[in-house]
């Protein structure tokens, strides 16, 4: 009995904390236009198997300390979570190089920095591989996701001043105070290497057989994708380098553009990564349990999914989201397919941790898994906001859906309490206002009461379920009016929100343009901003 219960615990441990033993198993993402020259991409996943002899991770610069505060307490808050991967990567046999660069006179006696030292130069050094990387060819498709010319200090002046007068207090320089790695990360003085030189750590990869790097450190747009062993130089050279996008951090000031939080401002360029530089992994995947967050970043996460031909939602959408949600939410993408329009990749993962869902979906069946995910969702209660053609995303009319996928005609009734029918004439355009019992909702907050001019066609939506609230009508000269925007409470407990309003001309309206946020908040549970600018600032001249 005792020996068994011993084996137990031993299987469940293991089981536990993946990759404690053999291989690694590593889900690596990344983003893949979805056509040439689309602009869109999809987020996706796959699956790689890695001899951990064959694999290091690199720590990048984190430092004991840094002229921003708050990057310090950023670090010293997931430098925990480092320590564990650390050590339970260099237990599997992983290799670990810390490279906390400019840093290399306080290990000078260090067996780790020795070890580094001896490692004969390799006989295939890439050129430039001793200097810093500010771009590798596949970015130029790309538009620098973030303005960093201020050198992305996030402290409040008044913090930020006092900060430097305590780092001269102590005798330091508060422009460059760090002079070694942080404590909280243990070097192995038997295993591990130090080095901050690209050719010295290109070298112990070529003499050890690693072609799998792991980086991890800060800040990532800036070290890690630049210094002579980032992300850039690693992966032009032929490395299968990857980030492990929840062990860095960004220097980003929420007061430059895009003006999005600190958080997304680190999305955009794990995302700008992912398209055009290398994949990602996280730090579960090594020891277990879910990815880490820093503390402070509570961002509902909205997922927006786009397949519709006729109204350019996937474009209009992904700009007004990133324009005015990227301050108080983290928001993902799902594009359609562009060869296959019954499919929609990337959408089962996106909808595992969404809080929010907003569709812009015309008549389509999908693959029975991303069709179970959409249900699935829905049945747990979550918000769910539908533009336009939502209303009949899943319907072909009742036709037998293509083998392998699914569809949904009752999602209209069942998500939105609607009664979609048709609409009326393009030519027609229509008067769109606040109905008369409608006045005091949240979503409404801040719409002028003014009549507004629909360029798109009226749909035909009456009647709604009596058990509705109706938001906004619209009627077209000779017409009964119709319903164009309301909520609804669902049989599952889910609250939802529907408009037919998103022809491509609403998005330019900042009627249509608050009524939208402000579903998004109101769906969220956040409270709903009380000004907004819709005047979208222009992105920086310099990007890079």
Same mark, same amino acid.
């Given at each position: 009995?005792?020996?068994?219960?011993?084996?137990?615990?031993?299987?469940?441990?293991?089981?536990?904390?993946?990759?404690?033993?053999?291989?690694? !198993?590593?889900?690596? $993402?990344?983003?893949?236009?979805?056509? #040439?020259? +689309?602009?869109?991409?999809?987020? =996706? @996943?796959?699956?790689?198997?890695?001899?951990?002899?064959?694999?290091?991770?690199?720590?990048?610069?984190?430092?004991?300390?840094?002229?921003?505060?708050?990057?310090?307490?950023?670090?010293?808050?997931?430098?925990?979570?480092?320590?564990?991967?650390?050590?339970?990567?260099?237990?599997?046999?992983?290799?670990?190089?810390?490279?906390?660069?400019?840093?290399?006179?306080?290990?000078?006696?260090?067996?780790?920095?020795?070890?580094?030292?001896?490692?004969?130069?390799?006989?295939?050094?890439?050129?430039?591989?001793?200097?810093?990387?500010?771009?590798?060819?596949?970015?130029?498709?790309?538009?620098?996701p973030l303005d960093q010319t201020d050198g992305g200090e996030d402290d409040e002046p008044e913090q930020h001043a006092k900060w430097?007068? !305590?780092?001269?207090? $102590?005798?330091?320089?508060?422009?460059? #105070?760090? +002079?070694?790695?942080?404590?909280? =990360? @243990?070097?192995?003085?038997?295993?591990?290497?130090?080095?901050?030189?690209?050719?010295?750590?290109?070298?112990?990869?070529?003499?050890?057989?690693?072609?799998?790097?792991?980086?991890?450190?800060?800040?990532?747009?800036?070290?890690?994708?630049?210094?002579?062993?980032?992300?850039?130089?690693?992966?032009?050279?032929?490395?299968?380098?990857?980030?492990?996008?929840?062990?860095?951090?960004?220097?980003?000031?929420?007061?430059?553009?895009?003006?999005?939080?600190?958080?997304?401002?680190?999305?955009?360029?794990?995302?700008?990564?992912?398209?055009?530089?290398?994949?990602?992994?996280?730090?579960?995947?090594?020891?277990?349990?879910?990815?880490?967050?820093?503390?402070?970043?509570?961002?509902?996460?909205?997922?927006?999914?786009?397949?519709?031909?006729?109204?350019?939602?996937?474009?209009?959408? #992904?700009?007004?989201?990133?324009?005015?949600?990227?301050?108080?939410?983290?928001?993902?993408?799902?594009?359609?397919?562009?060869?296959?329009?019954?499919?929609?990749?990337?959408?089962?993962?996106?909808?595992?941790?969404?809080?929010?869902?907003?569709?812009?979906?015309?008549?389509?069946?999908?693959?029975?898994?991303?069709?179970?995910?959409?249900?699935?969702?829905?049945?747990?209660?979550?918000?769910?906001?539908?533009?336009?053609?939502?209303?009949?995303?899943?319907?072909?009319?009742?036709?037998?859906?293509?083998?392998?996928?699914?569809?949904?005609?009752?999602?209209?009734?069942?998500?939105?309490?609607?009664?979609?029918?048709?609409?009326?004439?393009?030519?027609?355009?229509?008067?769109?206002?606040?109905?008369?019992?409608?006045?005091?909702?949240?979503?409404?907050?801040?719409?002028?009461?003014?009549?507004?001019?629909?360029?798109?066609?009226?749909?035909?939506?009456?009647?709604?379920?009596?058990?509705?609230?109706?938001?906004?009508?619209?009627?077209?000269?000779?017409?009964?009016?119709?319903?164009?925007?309301?909520?609804?409470?669902?049989?599952?407990?889910?609250?939802?929100?529907?408009?037919?309003?998103?022809?491509?001309?609403?998005?330019?309206?900042?009627?249509?343009?608050?009524?939208?946020?402000?579903?998004?908040?109101?769906?969220?549970?956040?409270?709903?901003?009380?000004?907004?600018?819709?005047?979208?600032?222009?992105?920086?001249?310099?990007?890079?």
């Amino acid at each position: 009995m005792y020996q068994s219960q011993i084996v137990s615990c031993l299987l469940a441990f293991v089981f536990a904390v993946p990759c404690l033993a053999g291989d690694l !198993e590593m889900t690596l $993402r990344y983003q893949k236009e979805t056509s #040439p020259d +689309s602009g869109r991409y999809h987020q =996706l @996943t796959r699956q790689e198997t890695w001899k951990p002899s064959e694999t290091a991770i690199i720590v990048c610069d984190v430092w004991d300390l840094h002229h921003c505060q708050n990057a310090v307490l950023r670090a010293q808050e997931f430098a925990p979570r480092l320590e564990r991967v650390l050590t339970t990567a260099r237990e599997q046999g992983v290799t670990i190089i810390h490279a906390p660069s400019g840093c290399m006179n306080h290990y000078a006696e260090h067996p780790a920095r020795k070890r580094a030292q001896l490692v004969a130069p390799s006989p295939t050094l890439p050129d430039e591989i001793t200097k810093w990387c500010y771009q590798i060819p596949a970015e130029e498709k790309g538009v620098y996701p973030l303005d960093q010319t201020d050198g992305g200090e996030d402290d409040e002046p008044e913090q930020h001043a006092k900060w430097a007068a !305590e780092l001269e207090s $102590r005798g330091l320089n508060p422009r460059a #105070p760090w +002079s070694k790695q942080t404590d909280l =990360l @243990t070097i192995d003085s038997d295993k591990d290497y130090i080095s901050d030189k690209g050719d010295e750590i290109w070298s112990i990869l070529t003499a050890k057989g690693i072609d799998n790097v792991i980086l991890t450190g800060v800040h990532t747009n800036m070290c890690v994708l630049g210094r002579p062993f980032g992300l850039r130089q690693l992966s032009k050279n032929g490395k299968n380098v990857v980030l492990m996008r929840d062990m860095t951090d960004t220097m980003y000031n929420p007061g430059a553009w895009p003006y999005v939080s600190h958080f997304t401002g680190t999305d955009r360029i794990i995302s700008h990564i992912e398209k055009f530089v290398a994949p990602t992994v996280s730090s579960d995947q090594l020891i277990g349990g879910k990815p880490f967050v820093l503390q402070g970043d509570d961002r509902p996460h909205v997922v927006i999914v786009m397949a519709e031909a006729e109204y350019e939602t996937n474009r209009t959408l #992904p700009k007004f989201a990133s324009s005015y949600l990227g301050k108080d939410f983290r928001v993902s993408y799902c594009f359609e397919n562009d060869s296959n329009r019954d499919d929609i990749p990337g959408l089962d993962t996106a909808l595992s941790t969404a809080d929010v869902l907003v569709l812009s979906v015309r008549r389509r069946a999908l693959p029975v898994k991303q069709m179970d995910a959409v249900r699935n969702y829905v049945a747990s209660g979550k918000p769910v906001i539908g533009i336009r053609t939502a209303c009949h995303a899943f319907s072909i009319h009742g036709k037998q859906p293509p083998a392998g996928t699914a569809t949904w005609e009752a999602f209209d009734p069942e998500v939105f309490g609607g009664n979609y029918h048709g609409h009326f004439s393009n030519k027609l355009t229509s008067l769109v206002e606040v109905a008369s019992a409608a006045a005091d909702h949240p979503i409404l907050q801040g719409i002028s009461h003014e009549p507004y001019t629909q360029r798109g066609s009226l749909y035909k939506t009456s009647p709604i379920v009596d058990s509705a609230k109706l938001l906004l009508v619209g009627a077209i000269e000779g017409e009964s009016q119709e319903p164009v925007a309301w909520t609804f409470d669902r049989a599952d407990g889910g609250k939802s929100f529907f408009t037919s309003l998103g022809h491509k001309t609403d998005f330019d309206q900042p009627m249509f343009q608050r009524l939208v946020l402000n579903s998004i908040y109101w769906a969220a549970g956040q409270p709903i901003p009380v000004e907004v600018d819709f005047e979208i600032p222009a992105e920086p001249v310099k990007k890079w």
